[in-house]
Structure formats: structure tokens, C-alpha cells
């Protein structure tokens, strides 16, 4: 194990030997600094002041870059860029600069983009110039800058055979660092040149044609003399998807490359590779277990000790991930610690309120609690769980797809979240009941003040806290704009709120979906009343959410629901349904079908009934009466026979 633990020292060391982070003296308290520095062949890592939370205002930071060799180039690989956006840059950039002076031809970067930034000077000269006015401050950058030279040497033409040494030599693509769309077949053969050491070969850089599966231009890695052994990487990114140096080790004396490019009509930059021979890396790459998870679903992940990180990436990562995913990382720490969830790379599809391919941060095992950020496009966030489980859910859609992201997850001690403000009195919840009260309680309390209380569960997410409110005189007023408590799911008043009164009040709350329960009480200058007692415990939540007692008021409010519902149905039918049919002579159709229905034991009453019914369906017609209207015109009296009419 000590054997291990020094190879693995070593190759650190290592790798802090080739390549190195420039110590900026650009700051808070020096916002006007300018800086040289000597480039060289490995990569030099620059970031703004503040990177990753917000450079300063009012800065005009320089650097002044050169190389030793009039024929060197400087390649500026802008990894991150977010800033202020402005029309023409007038606001806050990054300016680089193709020479020695600030009236050379500059590019100036002033939007949010991750990666495919790439600027190759035409001499040795370049200058970086930060510059920010007064007002809205961004994340900054985050750079690497470094000598490009043709380092391809004759292995385009024929087969060539590199010596590796401890000293790290560098090879590169054809015509590199300048553009080139030409067809290539080259191959280049490393071996130690002590014969028994491992070869190291770190892919420093990369600008090929990249799409979701590699179709043109191929970089080959391979154990061995030639393409027969073991493949150790197959790599055709372009600058907009090469994320950072990747490091690869042979389990023998000797790496194999080869790169392939077709004529294609569009011109890229190619590769740079730096190799040396080791023999650090062998062991460690044979008994160290992969950390990386990509695998799409819902997952459980452990992590076992504090510090020793895990990574999630997308699938395939860096290729481009698939269409309609939706996979679920959950992970957990050691008890008591806290996750420490930071983004190394993130690129996905970009759309308003990120409705379209997303990431999602959960402070807890399930999409219940409480949402620690939501993320697409160009920019991710790093946030730290409450407690020892954070969930993490990637989905995208059926549109675009993108390089997508990877994140490393890391358990640390717990202590007191960083999103808390103030001084509030810590409180840890157990199955016993305890209480707390307003200050002055039950005295009155005082004007303009502001208590706060911070509940935390001591067990695990297996227990819900409960908060029972004992006593409450607290001045009444809508909405509780005056004096009131506040309760919030979670240790910041940024969390979501779990509930607000005031008043004459003796309410209870539940917190299952967090660790930790905010209590804020504040007070006006007006009236002033003797305040709260409230008590705090833990109790056991059920496989359903619910607590026991939860789950029974269910049952008997369901039941009272459908006798109350049947009551309701029955006084429906007799009142108004009934009455209806009856008048509209539905009734006694209904009634005549059934009697029809009826045994032939009681025809005779039945025939009886069928001859009144009759009667009653088709009624006698009387003789109606001859009414004569009484007119002067006509006389009442019936008129005789002319005596022309005699019967002779």
C-alpha cells in the first residue's frame, strides 16, 4: 500500500512539474496590475480574479505574453467565458491582443461560452486585458495559453520511431499550430528508452472534426508497436469540445500513434501530444476502480470516505449525449457529512427557463426536496447538499444534443451550511420533545427585533421533524404583515416556506422533505403581545411519507366521504330526481310496465285495472249543447217551414 501511495506522489508531482497556474497578482486591492510572463511549450492556466463567482469592478488587468523564438506562435485556449453582455464589448471583456501593444488587432470575448475559443498569434506577442466598468459583475474566465510548433516531425511520410526519455518531448499534427485540410496517414511508434519503463502520453490539445461518432479526422492511441495492440483512446474532437488535457498510460514500453484526416473543405488546427516514460503510473492504473458513472436510470451511489471524490457524466460524455433521457443519480455519503457537488465540464442544449435539456439538484434523496439548482446551456452550478444524500436528474429532449457535462461529487464534514446568515440559535431535533420560545416569553416581546432558530434533524432522512406551537400571542393582521413567525424547509431563508402565522394560533408542521427547519420571528414597532412557546421533536416517516397518525385520519375521512356522498345521492333520488318523473309521466309508464310484468295469479284484477285504464285513455264522448249567440239580426225562435215547402 505505502508502495502505491508513492507512485501515486510521484506522478502528481509529476504532473505539477509540466504544467503550472500563473500566481495572478490581479485582485480586490490590485485592479490595475500588469503581468509578464515567458511561455512555454506546456500549457500555463490563467483565471480571472473571483473565477466562478464574480471578478471585480472597475478592473483593467494585463498580461503580457512572449516567446523566446521569433517563429513561435501563442496559443490562447479560452476554456470559460461569462461576462456582462454589451453591444461592441462596451461594458466588462476579455481582450487578446495579436501583439505588444493595446493597438494591436484584439478579439474581445464579452458573452457566456464554454469552450471553442482558440487564438493563435501571428508572432511572439500577445496581451490579455481584463476590463470591467462599475456596475454588474460575472464569473470572468478561465484560460490556458502555451507555445504551438510543428512537432510532426517525418512520421506523415513514413513510420517514425520516437526515444522517450524522463524529459517531456512534444508531438503534433502536420503544419500545427496553423490550419491544414490535407489527407493523412501518419504513424509514429514511442519507446522507453530504457527498455522497461511505461509510456506516458498526455493529449494536450485537440481541433479535428467532431461530430456525435468520429468520421473523418482520427487521433489513435495504442499499446504496443502498431494498431494490433490495445486501443487506448480514439479522439476527434474539435476546440468546441476539447475540454482539457487527457493523460494515458501504456502497460508496456511502447505507445503507438496514428492520425488519420481526410480533405474536407474545412480547415482545423490538428493535435498536440506530450509523451515521457514512467514508471509511476503502471500499478496504479491496474488497481484503481473507475470513479465515473454515466450509466442512464435510476442509480444509487455510495461514497464511502470524505474526500475521495466521485463523477457522474452524461452518456458517452464528451460525445454527444442521446435524445429523450431521463436518468437519475442518487448519491450518498458517510453519516453526518455533507455533498460537495462541483462542475467540471457542462454544455447542453440552451432554452428559456431551461424547459428543453436540463440538470436538476436535489438537497435529499427524491425530486421532494428541495431543488438546489436547475441548469442547461453553457453554465452549471456548484452547490453543497444539507445533509448526506443529494440527488442529481439529467433529461433532455427530442431535439437537440450536445457534449453534455460531468460533475465530481465529494463528501466533507458537516457544519453549518453556507447559505446561513446571521447568528440563529442551533437546536438538534431527537425523539424526545423539546421547546423553545421568544425571548421575553411570556413577558411581551420587544419592538423591531428579529429571532431566529435553526432545527436540525439528528437522525437521518428516515425522521420528519415536528413542530408543535404550544402557545401563540402574536399580533393578528392579514397575511401577517406585521409581527409573524416564518418557518423555512431548510437552513436559509432562500429555502421554500414551510409555513407563516400570527395571532391567536396553535398550529402544528411537519418537515420531511430536508434536514434542517429555519424558524424566523420578527416584530414591528407597533403592538407588542407576550409571543410563543413551541415545541420540536423527530418522529419516524412511513414508506408512504405519511406518518401513522396521517395515514389513519386518510382512512376515516375517506370513509365519512362515502357515507356523506351516499346520504347525498339518496335525498338526490327521493327529492328531485322521483318527483321530476312523475310529473312528466314517466311515473306511470314505469308503473304501468311493472304491473305488466306482474304473476297471472291476479288477472282477473288485473283486467279490471286494464278497463279503467282504457276508459281513462280513451274517455266517452258526451253530446255537447248547441249554444246559439243572442243576436238582433236573428231570432231565437226556430224557424217554420214556408208554406212553398208543404209536403203536397
Keep these: 500500500m505505502a508502495g502505491k501511495i508513492c507512485l501515486v506522489i510521484v506522478c502528481v508531482l509529476f504532473f505539477i512539474l509540466i504544467s503550472h497556474k500563473v500566481n495572478s497578482q490581479c485582485s480586490a486591492t490590485s485592479r490595475r496590475a500588469t503581468e509578464t510572463d515567458t511561455v512555454n511549450t506546456e500549457p500555463t492556466y490563467l483565471t480571472s480574479p473571483g473565477w466562478k463567482t464574480a471578478y471585480y469592478s472597475n478592473t483593467d488587468c494585463r498580461w503580457e505574453l512572449s516567446a523566446t523564438d521569433v517563429t513561435h506562435k501563442i496559443i490562447v485556449d479560452v476554456m470559460e467565458s461569462y461576462f456582462e453582455g454589451s453591444p461592441g464589448c462596451s461594458y466588462d471583456y476579455l481582450g487578446i491582443y495579436d501583439g505588444d501593444s493595446l493597438t494591436s488587432t484584439a478579439t474581445k470575448l464579452c458573452n457566456n461560452l464554454r469552450s471553442g475559443q482558440l487564438f493563435v498569434s501571428s508572432g511572439q506577442n500577445v496581451i490579455l486585458r481584463l476590463k470591467s466598468d462599475f456596475s454588474v459583475n460575472y464569473p470572468g474566465f478561465s484560460l490556458r495559453y502555451f507555445i504551438g510548433t510543428n512537432s510532426a ?41 530504457s527498455g522497461t519503463k ?46 482539457d488535457s487527457e493523460v494515458y498510460y501504456t502497460t508496456t514500453v511502447s505507445a503507438f500513434i496514428n492520425f488519420v484526416s481526410l480533405q474536407s473543405g474545412r480547415n482545423r488546427r490538428g493535435f498536440l501530444i506530450a509523451y515521457n516514460e514512467t514508471d509511476t503510473v503502471v500499478a496504479v492504473a491496474s488497481t484503481t ?66 424547459f428543453g435539456d436540463n440538470v436538476k439538484i436535489y438537497d435529499g434523496p427524491t425530486s421532494e426536496y428541495t431543488r438546489l439548482a436547475l441548469s442547461c446551456g453553457e453554465i452549471g452550478s456548484d452547490v453543497n447538499s444539507t445533509g448526506n444524500i ?72 428516515d425522521y420528519e421533524i415536528v413542530i408543535e406551537t404550544v402557545d401563540s400571542r402574536i399580533e393578528d393582521s392579514v397575511n401577517c404583515e406585521f409581527d409573524k413567525v416564518q418557518l423555512y424547509e431548510g437552513p436559509c431563508t432562500t429555502y421554500p416556506t414551510l409555513a407563516t402565522f400570527c395571532g391567536v394560533v396553535e398550529p402544528t408542521y411537519t418537515q420531511s422533505n430536508g434536514l434542517y427547519v429555519l424558524v424566523v420571528f420578527t416584530t414591528d414597532n407597533t403592538a407588542h403581545y407576550r409571543g410563543f412557546n413551541i415545541s420540536y421533536y ?45 310529473k312528466s309521466g314517466l311515473g306511470s309508464t314505469l308503473s304501468l310496465r311493472s304491473r305488466r310484468s306482474s304473476s297471472s295469479s291476479s288477472s282477473s284484477s288485473s283486467d279490471e285495472e286494464s278497463g279503467k285504464r282504457k276508459r281513462r285513455l280513451k274517455p266517452i264522448v258526451k253530446a255537447s249543447k248547441v249554444m246559439l249567440r243572442p243576436s238582433s239580426k236573428y231570432s231565437l225562435k226556430p224557424r217554420l217551414p214556408s208554406i212553398s215547402q208543404k209536403k203536397l
Excluded: H
Design 153 to 193: 516531425g517525418s512520421g506523415c511520410t513514413a513510420m517514425q520511431t520516437l526515444t522517450a526519455t524522463s524529459t517531456v518531448q512534444y508531438l503534433s499534427s502536420p503544419n500545427f499550430p496553423d490550419e491544414y485540410d490535407t489527407a493523412n496517414n501518419c504513424e509514429w511508434t514511442i519507446t522507453s528508452s
Design 198 to 243: 511505461s509510456i506516458r502520453v498526455e493529449v494536450i490539445f485537440a481541433d479535428m472534426l467532431d461530430g456525435e461518432v468520429c468520421y473523418s479526422d482520427k487521433l489513435f492511441i495504442y499499446e504496443g508497436t502498431d494498431s494490433s495492440g490495445p486501443k487506448l483512446a480514439e479522439i476527434c474532437d474539435s476546440s468546441a469540445t476539447f475540454i
Design 289 to 354: 476502480p473507475s470513479t465515473t458513472f454515466s450509466t442512464c436510470g435510476s442509480i444509487s451511489l455510495t461514497i464511502t470516505n470524505l474526500s475521495t471524490p466521485l463523477y457522474i457524466t452524461t452518456p458517452d460524455y464528451p460525445i454527444f449525449y442521446s435524445s429523450n433521457l431521463n436518468c437519475e443519480w442518487q448519491v450518498t455519503g458517510p453519516q453526518g457529512s455533507v455533498l460537495q457537488i462541483k462542475v467540471l465540464d457542462f454544455f447542453l442544449e440552451n432554452s428559456e427557463e431551461c
Design 390 to 461: 443529494a440527488m442529481l436528474a439529467f433529461r433532455s429532449d427530442g431535439s437537440t444534443s450536445a457534449r453534455g457535462f460531468k460533475y465530481q461529487v465529494e463528501a466533507i464534514g458537516s457544519g453549518t451550511p453556507d447559505c446561513v446568515n446571521g447568528n440563529p440559535t442551533d437546536l438538534n431535533a431527537t425523539l424526545e420533545r423539546q421547546y423553545f420560545n421568544s425571548a421575553t416569553y411570556p413577558s411581551n416581546y420587544l419592538s423591531g427585533t428579529t429571532e431566529q432558530w435553526l432545527i436540525y434533524n439528528t437522525l437521518s432522512y
Design 538 to 582: 423527530l418522529q419516524e416517516v412511513t414508506t408512504s411519507g405519511l406518518t401513522t397518525k396521517q395515514i389513519v385520519g386518510m382512512i376515516i375521512g375517506i370513509v365519512i366521504g362515502v357515507i356523506v356522498f351516499g346520504v347525498l345521492m339518496f335525498l338526490l333520488i327521493k327529492k328531485v330526481i322521483i318527483p321530476k318523473l312523475a
